[in-house]
Nanobody, 126 residues
């Protein structure tokens, strides 16, 4: 069984930064892709960023390119999402997920992304 635990959310002002963490435990090596999705009130779940734990390849949604950076610490089985220049529209619950297939951010299907964390709230407001 794989466990996924997110942390690092909070309330910040526009323009501020936050760093989210995603710790993965269990048989995580079978699920080498780790992604962040977010869900804002009244909206569907949106893919934000993905990283391959094997080769470090990264992928981003257009809405966060240039502002968010995903990184990994293989020794800790942890992925980070550094979020800079935050905007009110970044407000959402951020979820971390793992999968064994490619970094496809256009689907949140459980057939693609197998294990999900409980989510962490990010609120950007003045």
């Amino acid at each position: 069984q794989v466990q996924v635990v997110e942390s690092g959310g909070g309330l910040v002002q526009p323009g501020a930064s936050l760093r989210l963490s995603c710790a993965v435990s269990g048989v995580s090596s079978n699920y080498p892709k780790i992604a962040w999705f977010r869900e804002a009130p009244g909206k569907g779940r949106e893919g934000v960023s993905c990283i391959s734990m094997s080769d470090g390849a990264t992928y981003y949604a257009d809405s966060v390119k240039g502002r968010f950076t995903i990184s990994r610490d293989n020794a800790k089985n942890t992925v980070y999402l550094q979020m800079n220049s935050l905007k009110p529209e970044d407000t959402a619950v951020y979820y971390c997920t793992t999968g064994r297939l490619g970094c496809r951010l256009t689907t949140d299907s459980r057939g693609w992304w197998n294990y999900w964390g409980q989510g962490t709230q990010v609120t950007v407001s003045s």
